[in-house]
């Protein structure tokens, strides 16, 4: 729950920006006691991270984080964005 102080109020969808500028919307839940993003496997999944990658987030706007991908090489990740299944992408 230490993330949810950096808000005034927790928003209910999170637009996640790659470095190639593509987004991708995930739905905020708060479950348990823990901030949970919906959507995140399927992210996940379409760019590939992988178990010993590292994945940074960085709030630029009040419902948009900025996500950088690591691999597990410390190499960052350059993720192209064409082929994202319309169902899950953002659009602006």
Known sequence: MDFTKHFIA????????NNTDCSWRVTVKIMNGKVTLQGWA??????????GYMVTFKLVTPDTL??????????EVVNKCGKHDEAFAARD
């Open 10 to 17: 927790v928003p209910t969808e999170f637009k996640l920006r």
């Open 66 to 75: 900025k996500v950088i991908i690591f691999d597990d090489e410390g190499t």
């Open 42 to 51: 399927t992210y996940a999944a379409v760019h590939q991270i992988k178990i």
